[in-house]
């Protein structure tokens, strides 16, 4: 292959990332600049092909975990994350057997399962949110620490 072709397989590479703001196919447009160079300076299509290999696969390995951090650093929980850890009041009794339970958290009413089936925790009691199963709260029940 000539350059070229390179460069017109790494133009679209860069193309595909803007459309799909994924940082994966930005690493193998920077192995097609490497198989520019290797071409421009006479090599291969075989050499052209193995740098354009080990160069994409050396970027998306060692700079993607680094790139990420910075990328995702503004990341913001959503309502199923920040719902984890809450301390939350029982509104019904929370009985995995009976498949009754629901807990008000923030103003919205969720389905309350107990994280221990042998465990029931009764209306008015507060509860830790230990985990979300679908649309239900998994929930423990969560003693006030007194001084």
Known sequence: MNAMTWLIIMVGL????IVTVGLTTIWFAGGALAAIAVSSLGG???IQLIVFLVVSFALLFFTRPFVM??????H?????????????????DVSNYDGTGT?????Q?????????????TA???????????VKLIVEEYEEETN
């Not at 951090?69 to 503004?74: G, V």
């Not at 807990?103 to 103003?107: I, K, L, R």
């Not at 399962?113 to 029931?120: I, L």
């Open 76 to 92: 913001v929980k959503t309502n199923y994350e920040g719902v984890i850890g809450k301390i939350v009041r029982i509104t019904e």
């Open 44 to 46: 291969g299509l075989a």
């Open 69 to 74: 951090k910075f990328i995702n650093k503004s």
């Open 14 to 17: 860069i193309i595909i990332e």
């Open 103 to 107: 807990a008000v958290v923030n103003g």
């Open 109 to 121: 009413e969720w389905t309350a399962r107990a994280s221990d089936d042998e465990k029931k925790i």
């Open 124 to 134: 008015g009691k507060l509860a830790k949110v230990i985990n979300i199963s679908g």
